[in-house]
T-cell receptor
Framework: DAGVTQSPTHLIKTRGQQVTLRCSPK?????VSWYQQALGQGPQFIFQ???????QRGNFPDRFSGHQFPNYSSELNVNALLLGDSALYLC????????????FGPGTRLTVT | QKEVEQDPGPLSVPEGAIVSLNCTYS??????FMWYRQYSRKGPELLMY????GNKEDGRFTAQVDKSSKYISLFIRDSQPSDSATYLC??????????????FGQGTILTVHP
C-alpha cells in the first residue's frame, strides 16, 4: 500500500516565478492538507481540500492556491515566488476532514533564488 | 505569542536514558494532542495521539496531557540511537471551522548517542 507521495522531490525557482507541487494521498484517503515547513520550524497549515473544495485555510496570502482532483490527488500552486517561500512543502492525507490521523508525505524542498 | 511553544533543544542523551519532551499551548479549544517524529529529510510520522486530558502508553512511549495547565509531554524510556530525530507536538480543535488544521510546535531535536 503506497503511502502519501509527492513530486517533485526538489525544486529550484527564481523570485517572481510560479510553481506547482503535486500530491497523491494514501489509498483510501479523501482529504488532503498542505503545510509549509521552514528550516528549524514546525509545519504551518496552508489549506485543506475535501470533495474538491478548499475547506479551511491558514494565514497564507492568495498567492498560495490549490486544487483537488476527482481521484483525491492535489496540487499546490504558488505565484510570484518570494525568497521567503523557500521551505519544505508537506502534503498530508486523511480519511475525512476531521480525522486526527494525518499521514504526511516526504515533502517537496523548494528553493527560491 | 505562538499558540504552541516547544523547546527546540537540541537535546543530547546517552542510550538508555529517559527522555522528556514538552509543549505548552494557549488555545483552550485544542482537544486532540499528537506527537510526530521527523527524521532528517523525511515527512513527520505520527507516534501517538491523546484526546483531552490523561495518559497514554505505547511501548517505550508515554504521552501525557494536562489541560488545566495547558501542558503536554512525551516520555521515551530506554532511549535508542534510532530515536534520534526531531519530535513535533501538534494539536487541533475537536470541531468548528478549523478542526482539520493541525497546529505544530517548533520541534525538539533529539540525539541519542551510544
Amino acid at each position: 500500500d503506497a503511502g502519501v507521495t509527492q513530486s517533485p522531490t526538489h525544486l529550484i525557482k527564481t523570485r517572481g516565478q510560479q510553481v506547482t507541487l503535486r500530491c497523491s494521498p494514501k489509498s483510501g484517503h479523501d482529504t488532503v492538507s498542505w503545510y509549509q515547513q521552514a528550516l528549524g520550524q514546525g509545519p504551518q497549515f496552508i489549506f485543506q481540500y475535501y470533495e474538491e473544495e478548499e475547506r479551511q485555510r491558514g494565514n497564507f496570502p492568495d498567492r498560495f492556491s490549490g486544487h483537488q482532483f476527482p481521484n483525491y490527488s492535489s496540487e499546490l500552486n504558488v505565484n510570484a515566488l518570494l525568497l521567503g517561500d523557500s521551505a519544505l512543502y508537506l502534503c498530508a492525507s486523511s480519511w475525512r476532514q476531521g480525522s486526527y490521523e494525518q499521514y504526511f508525505g516526504p515533502g517537496t524542498r523548494l528553493t527560491v533564488t | 505569542q505562538k499558540e504552541v511553544e516547544q523547546d527546540p533543544g537540541p537535546l543530547s542523551v546517552p542510550e538508555g536514558a529517559i527522555v522528556s519532551l514538552n509543549c505548552t499551548y494557549s488555545n483552550s479549544a485544542f482537544q486532540y494532542f499528537m506527537w510526530y517524529r521527523q527524521y532528517s529529510r523525511k515527512g513527520p510520522e505520527l507516534l501517538m495521539y491523546t484526546y483531552s486530558s490523561g495518559n497514554k502508553e505505547d511501548g517505550r512511549f508515554t504521552a501525557q496531557v494536562d489541560k488545566s495547565s495547558k501542558y503536554i509531554s512525551l516520555f521515551i524510556r530506554d532511549s535508542q540511537p534510532s530515536d534520534s530525530a526531531t519530535y513535533l507536538c501538534a494539536m487541533r480543535n475537536a470541531g468548528g471551522t478549523s478542526y482539520g488544521k493541525l497546529t505544530f510546535g517548533q520541534g525538539t531535536i533529539l540525539t541519542v548517542h551510544p
